[in-house]
Nanobody, 115 residues
Framework: QVQLVESGGGLVQPGGSLRLSCAASRSIFSINTMGWYRQAPGKQRELVARIISGGSTNYADSVKGRFTISRDNAKNTVYLQMNSLKPEDTAIYYC?????????WGQGTQVTVSS
């Protein structure tokens, strides 16, 4: 069993930055993808960014150029650097890993962008 623990959410003003972290409870091999999703009130959960096993990345159009996903294999951690935050980025952000075809989710961390 894999547990994912997110951190780094909070309240930030528009234009500000936050870095989210998602750490796994143990070393994991055969990771297919590591990613971040978000869900705003009244909306469906959507993909924000992900890293595929070969290292390529995907981003939602709404965050391209502002968010960067990265990973530290030695620390079993994936990060989401969020810059130039907008009020519409307000949501609960969830970490998602796919390991040998099985999905694992973190508990979610709240990001609120407001003045």
């Amino acid at each position: 069993q894999v547990q994912l623990v997110e951190s780094g959410g909070g309240l930030v003003q528009p234009g500000g930055s936050l870095r989210l972290s998602c750490a796994a409870s143990r070393s994991i091999f055969s990771i297919n993808t590591m990613g971040w999703y978000r869900q705003a009130p009244g909306k469906q959960r959507e993909l924000v960014a992900r890293i595929i096993s070969g290292g390529s990345t995907n981003y939602a159009d709404s965050v391209k150029g502002r968010f960067t996903i990265s990973r530290d294999n030695a620390k079993n951690t994936v990060y989401l650097q969020m810059n130039s935050l907008k009020p519409e980025d307000t949501a609960i952000y969830y970490c998602n890993w796919v390991v040998r075809g099985r999905e694992y989710w973190g508990q979610g961390t709240q990001v609120t962008v407001s003045s």
